[in-house]
C-alpha cells in the first residue's frame, strides 16, 4: 500500500507523464482529469482524519529525509488547490489539445500540492522549483518575452529563498519545519541570532514568496505570464499558484513569527515584520488595481486583478490577528473560486471568438447564456457582493483591519473594493453587451467540459457566501480557538455580525417585490438593441458606438502623475542598462589588442601574488 | 413560529419608507425651484409621475438583463433598508452590521449599470462609466469617514451605534468625528447623485446617462429604487452621524435636515467634471479623512 500522502502529491504528475506518453486523444484527456481529480477524491477521503491529528510520513532520498505532513493547515491549502485543479483539467479538455500543455499543469499541480504538504526545507524548495519550472514551460511555449521575465523574477525567488534556508541551517543546523520553529523560538530569547541576521532571513523570504504571490513590486511577471498561456491553465496558475506565496507568508509566521517579534519589536503597538507585510498588501491592492482598471486586453485585466486580490490576502495576514488570518484563508478560498472562475469565462470567450482585445468583442450574453451567468456570478463574488463568497471574506479582512487599528490600511481596502467594482464592470460591458460586431454572430457556447468546470467553481461561491460558517468552523478549528462565533449562516466577531442567509432571504424579498411590480406593469414590447434613444439623430448600424477603448480614460488622465511612473519600466531600464554597462565592458576589455590582454594576465599575476597566493 | 410582529414592521416600513423617499424627492424638486426663484412642482409630483409611467400601456426591452438591472436595484435597495435600524423600528438590523449596509447600499448602482450597459445607448455607456469612476473617486474618503466612526465607537453593529449615541451624545458632538461627517457629506452630494457630482445623470450632457433608455414600467420602477434609495441613505447618515433617533418623527426631521444640506450644496455648485472629481475626493475629503482618523485612533 502506498502512503496516501504520496498518492495525493503525485498523482497528477504521474497521470501528466502517462498523458505526454501516450497522447490519444479522449484518452488524454481521460487520464489527465483522473490524476487532477484524485487528490481532490483523497483529500474530502481524509477530512475527518485530519480534523483530529495531522497525517505524517517521511522517506528517505540519499541522506535527505523528505516529510509530509497533512495537517489541518496544508489541508485547507491543498482542497482549494485541488479543487481548482480539478476545474483547470475540465477546461483544459476543452480548451488544450496538446500533451505538453497537460504534462507542465499536471507537473505544476503536483508542485503546489508538494509545496503545501512538505514539512522540510528540502522537499518544500525541491517542489517549489518544480511548480515554477512546469508553469514556466506553458509560458514559454507562447512567448520568450514574458517567460524570461517570470523566469528571471523566480530566479531571483530562487536564491532568496536557497540563501535564507542556507543562513538558516547554519544557525539552527536542522531543515525540517519543526525543528527550526522550535530552534527559533527558543533563540528569541537568547538572541544567539543578530537582529540583522533575523532581517536578512525576513528580507530574502518576503522577496521568494513575494514574488510567487505577485506582490508589488515583485508583480511584473504576473500579467505577462498569466496571460501568456493556456487560459484554463491560468485558472490554476493564478488560482492556486499564487497561493503558494500566501502560504509561504504563512509559514515566515509559523517558523520565524516570535523570532522575528523579539528581534524587531513594535512599531506603535503593531509588530514590526507583520506591519511591513500589511503595508506590501496594501499598496498592491491598491496599485494593481489601478493598473487592471486601465487595461485593454481582458488576460491583462484578470492578471491585474488577481494580482491585486492577492494583495487582500496579504494585508489580511499582515493585521497579525488571529481574525486577520481568519480573514485571509477564507479569501484564499474565495479569491481560487472566483478569479478561477474568471479564468475559465475568459478561456471560453478566447476559444469561441478568437479575440483577446475588449475592442474586438461585444454582446456576447445572448450568444453565450450559461458563460455569461457563470461570469456573472465571478462579478459578484470578486465585487463583494452580498451574499456572495467574496463578501464573506472581504467582510472578515473590513473588521479585522480595523479593529487591529490600522485605518490606512483598511482605507485601502475600501479604495481597492471600489476599483474591483469598476474594472469588472469594464469587463462585463466591452464583452457581454452593447452592438455586437458583425463578426461574432455565429459565436456558440462554450464546450460542455469547460462548463462543467465553471459551474464546479460557481457552486462554491454561492455555497460558502450564504453559508460562510463551514469555513469559519474549520478556520476556528484550524486556528485553534472560536475566533468568529456564530452558526452556518451567521459570522459573529466581538463588534460586528454578518446574518449570510437572512441578507439572502432580504434580497430575495426585495426581488420578489421589484419583480411583481414588473410582471404586474404594463406589456413589454422587445426591440434590438441598437435601437436607441439618439437625440434625434438616428444613427445606422455600421457605426459601433458601444465604447470598448479607453473605458476609463479620464481615470487615466486623473492619475498621470502617477502613471508616469511604472516598476515595469524601471526594470526594464535597469535591464537596459546592466545590459550597456556589461556591452561597455566587454568592449573595452576584449578589444582585440593583445598587449591589453597581457597587461590583464600580468596584473592578475601581481594581484596574487601581493595576495600570497602564489 | 412566524414572527408577525417583524413581518408587519417589514411591510409598514417599506411603504412608509417608499412614501417619504417620494416625498424627498418632491422636497428637492421644491426646494431647488424656490432657490431658482421657480415655483416648482407639487410635494407629490413625484408620486403622479410614478404612477403616470406605471400606467403607461407597453414598454420597450432591450433583453433579459435590461429588464433584470431594475429590478435587482429596486431589490437590492429594499434589502438594505431592511438592516438599517428606523427609529423604533430593528428590522433586520442585528444581523448585519456597517460594512455589510455600505456594500449593501452600493449594489443598486451595479443594478442600474448592468441595465443601463445592456442596452446599445452610447449615453448609458459614459453614463455608466461615470457613475463607477465616481464610486472609484469616492470610496477612499467614504471608507475613512467610516472606519473613523467605527473606531471611535468601538463597533460596527448599527444598533450599537445609536444606543452608545444616545447615551453619549451624537457622534458630530465628537470633533474628530465631526471632521469625518463633513467627509461624508461631501460624500454624500455623490451618493445622492447631485451637484457637484451630478456627474453620471448630467441631463444637460448625457440625457440622464444610465437611465435615457428607459421609459415606462422600467422607469418607475427606478424612480420607485430612487426613492427608497434616498430614504435609506438619509437614514444611514443620521444613524452614524446624528445619533438615530428613538420615533419616526425624529428620524424625518434628521433625515430632512441632511437632504437640505445636500439640496443647498447642490443648488450653489456648478458640475465636476470626472477627472475634476477624482482629483478632488483624493485631496481635501481624503486628507480630512486621514485626520479623522488619525485623531480617533
Redesign the interface.
Known amino acids: 500500500m502506498i502512503n496516501e500522502l504520496l498518492i495525493i502529491i503525485f498523482a497528477p504528475l504521474i497521470a501528466g507523464v502517462i498523458v505526454w506518453a501516450l497522447d490519444i486523444k479522449g484518452v488524454r484527456e481521460a487520464i489527465g482529469l483522473i490524476g487532477a481529480a484524485i487528490p481532490l477524491a483523497y483529500l474530502a477521503k481524509l477530512y475527518s482524519t485530519v480534523l483530529n491529528e495531522a497525517v505524517n510520513y517521511s522517506v528517505t532520498v540519499s541522506g535527505f529525509t523528505l516529510q509530509f505532513q497533512l495537517n489541518s493547515m496544508s489541508w485547507y491549502f491543498a482542497a482549494v488547490a485541488s479543487l481548482v485543479g480539478l476545474a483547470m483539467a475540465l477546461g483544459m479538455a476543452s480548451t488544450s489539445k496538446s500533451s505538453y500543455d497537460w504534462l507542465f499543469a499536471l507537473m505544476s499541480y503536483t508542485g503546489v500540492l508538494g509545496v503545501f504538504l512538505s514539512q522540510d526545507f528540502v522537499g518544500f524548495f525541491l517542489l517549489w522549483e518544480m511548480m515554477t519550472f512546469a508553469s514556466f514551460m506553458m509560458v514559454i511555449r507562447r512567448n520568450k518575452h514574458e517567460s524570461l521575465k517570470y523566469f528571471v523574477l523566480s530566479v531571483i525567488g530562487a536564491y532568496a529563498m536557497l540563501i535564507a534556508i542556507g543562513i538558516l541551517y547554519a544557525k539552527t543546523g536542522a531543515l525540517d519545519f519543526a525543528t527550526i520553529r522550535q530552534a527559533l523560538y527558543i533563540d528569541a530569547s537568547l538572541g544567539a541570532i543578530s537582529t540583522a541576521e533575523t532581517a536578512l532571513i525576513f528580507g530574502l523570504f518576503l522577496t521568494a514568496f513575494g514574488v510567487k504571490a505577485g506582490a508589488v513590486p515583485l508583480h511584473v511577471w504576473a500579467p505577462g505570464a498569466y496571460s501568456e498561456t493556456d487560459q484554463s491553465y491560468t485558472t490554476f496558475f493564478s488560482g492556486a499558484l499564487s497561493k503558494a506565496g500566501t502560504y509561504g507568508f504563512l509559514l515566515i509566521y509559523i517558523l520565524m513569527g516570535y523570532k522575528l517579534y523579539a528581534a524587531l519589536g513594535t512599531f506603535h503597538g503593531h509588530l514590526t515584520f507583520a506591519y511591513i507585510i500589511a503595508w506590501i498588501g496594501a499598496i498592491t491592492v491598491v496599485v494593481a488595481g489601478f493598473l487592471a482598471v486601465l487595461q485593454e486586453d481582458i488576460r491583462k485585466l484578470f492578471a491585474y486583478s488577481s494580482v491585486s486580490q492577492v494583495g487582500y490576502i496579504l494585508l489580511a495576514f499582515g493585521l497579525g490577528s488571529s481574525l486577520g488570518f481568519a480573514g485571509g484563508l477564507f479569501h484564499v478560498l474565495s479569491h481560487a473560486v472566483f478569479k478561477g472562475l474568471f479564468w475559465l469565462v475568459t478561456a471560453a470567450i478566447i476559444l469561441q471568438t478568437g479575440k483577446t482585445q475588449f475592442k474586438d468583442m461585444g454582446g456576447l450574453a445572448e450568444k453565450m447564456p450559461f458563460t455569461f451567468a457563470m461570469g456573472l456570478i465571478a462579478v459578484l463574488s470578486l465585487a463583494g457582493i452580498p451574499p456572495m463568497a467574496g463578501f464573506a471574506s472581504k467582510w472578515l479582512i473590513y473588521e479585522a483591519a480595523i479593529q487591529a487599528h490600522m485605518p490606512l490600511v483598511a482605507g485601502a481596502i475600501f479604495l481597492g473594493s471600489g476599483i474591483a467594482f469598476a474594472y469588472v464592470v469594464r469587463f462585463l460591458y466591452a464583452v457581454w453587451f452593447g452592438q455586437r460586431p458583425s463578426d461574432l454572430e455565429d459565436v456558440k457556447e462554450a464546450p460542455l467540459p469547460l462548463l462543467i468546470g465553471m459551474a464546479l467553481l460557481a457552486v462554491p461561491n454561492l455555497l460558502f457566501g450564504v453559508a460562510p460558517g463551514i469555513v469559519t468552523k474549520y478556520l476556528n478549528r484550524m486556528l485553534g480557538g472560536e475566533i468568529i462565533g456564530g452558526d452556518y449562516y451567521r459570522l459573529v466577531t466581538p463588534t460586528g455580525t454578518y446574518n449570510a442567509l437572512l441578507v439572502a432571504i432580504a434580497l430575495i424579498i426585495g426581488l420578489v417585490i421589484a419583480g411583481l411590480v414588473y410582471l404586474y406593469g404594463a406589456k413589454v414590447r422587445k426591440i434590438k438593441v441598437t435601437n436607441t434613444y439618439q437625440s434625434g439623430n438616428p444613427v445606422t448600424e455600421e457605426f459601433n458606438l458601444s465604447i470598448r477603448k479607453n473605458f476609463y480614460r479620464p481615470l487615466a488622465e486623473a492619475l498621470d502623475f502617477w502613471l508616469k511612473y511604472s516598476w515595469d519600466r524601471f526594470y526594464e531600464r535597469l535591464a537596459g542598462i546592466t545590459e550597456d554597462f556589461a556591452d561597455s565592458l566587454r568592449q573595452s576589455f576584449y578589444n582585440g589588442n593583445v598587449q591589453s590582454y597581457s597587461w590583464y594576465l600580468a596584473i592578475v599575476l601581481l594581484i596574487l601574488a601581493l595576495w600570497g597566493v602564489l | 413560529m412566524i414572527d408577525w410582529k417583524l413581518i408587519l414592521e ?1 411591510i409598514g416600513m ?1 411603504i412608509y419608507a417608499t412614501f417619504m423617499g417620494f416625498i424627498f424627492m418632491g422636497i428637492e424638486r421644491k426646494a431647488m425651484a424656490r432657490i431658482q426663484r421657480r415655483v416648482g412642482p407639487p410635494i407629490y409630483q413625484p408620486i403622479i409621475d410614478t404612477l403616470k409611467l ?10 433579459f ?1 435590461y ?1 433584470f438591472g ?10 438594505a433598508l ?2 438599517i435600524p428606523l427609529a423604533g423600528f430593528r428590522l ?1 438590523s ?7 449596509v455600505a ?2 447600499l ?2 443598486p448602482m ?1 443594478g442600474i ?2 441595465g443601463a ?7 448609458s ?2 453614463g ?3 457613475g ?2 465616481t ?6 474618503p ?3 469617514a ?3 466612526v ?2 471611535y465607537w ?4 448599527l444598533n450599537e451605534l445609536v444606543s452608545l449615541q444616545q447615551a453619549h451624545g451624537w457622534s458630530i458632538l465628537v470633533p474628530a468625528l465631526f471632521v469625518a461627517m463633513i467627509v461624508f457629506d461631501m460624500v454624500f452630494q455623490a451618493m445622492l447623485g447631485l451637484e457637484p457630482f451630478d456627474i453620471v445623470s448630467a441631463p444637460a450632457e448625457i ?1 440622464m446617462g444610465p437611465m ?2 428607459y421609459g ?2 422600467h422607469a ?2 427606478l424612480f ?2 430612487h426613492a427608497v434609495q434616498l430614504f435609506a441613505e438619509t437614514a444611514f447618515f443620521a444613524v452614524i452621524f446624528l445619533g438615530g433617533a428613538s420615533n419616526l418623527l425624529e428620524l424625518l426631521i434628521k433625515q430632512i435636515a441632511v437632504l437640505f444640506i445636500a439640496i443647498f450644496v447642490a443648488s450653489i455648485y456648478p458640475r465636476f ?3 475634476q472629481a ?2 478632488f475626493f ?1 485631496k481635501w475629503p481624503t486628507i480630512l ?2 485626520i479623522a ?2 485623531l ?2
Not at chain 2, 406605471?54 to 433583453?63: A, I
Open positions: 417589514v417599506l406605471l400606467g403607461k400601456k407597453e414598454s420597450v426591452s432591450h433583453g438583463i429588464d431594475p429590478i435587482f436595484a429596486l431589490g437590492a435597495s429594499i434589502a431592511l438592516f433586520f442585528t444581523n448585519a452590521d456597517l460594512i455589510v456594500y449593501l452600493e449594489i451595479l449599470m448592468l450597459m445592456s442596452s446599445g445607448n452610447p449615453y455607456a459614459v455608466v462609466q461615470r463607477l469612476l464610486m472609484v473617486a469616492m470610496q477612499l467614504y471608507g475613512l467610516l472606519i473613523a467605527i473606531q468601538g463597533t460596527f453593529k440625457s435615457v433608455e415606462g414600467k418607475a420602477i420607485t429604487q467634471t470626472i477627472d477624482a482629483k483624493w479623512g486621514i482618523v488619525l480617533t485612533m
